[in-house]
């Protein structure tokens, strides 16, 4: 599989924004939305794949875990 360096990823979720600043994985660019929310801007590299993949594996996590409690 080839990375197009040139892809970018954008969200608003602070705690995604937070993750991703936890492992080193930082933002090219921010702006404010229409409706006043921080979107940040991030380049997609193999590295930030392997952050963004560890990050829905822990959102799965917690979602199973609630499931069964």
Sequence with gaps: M???MNR???TTNRELENF???H???YTRWYKSHDFLTT???EVTPEFQHV???YSYV???RR???LSA
């Design 2 to 4: 080839t990375e197009n």
């Design 8 to 10: 970018t990823f954008e």
């Design 20 to 22: 991703l600043y936890a």
């Design 24 to 26: 080193d994985i930082f």
């Design 40 to 42: 940040w801007v991030y």
């Design 52 to 54: 963004i993949n560890e």
């Design 59 to 61: 959102l799965e996590r």
């Design 64 to 66: 199973q875990r609630k």
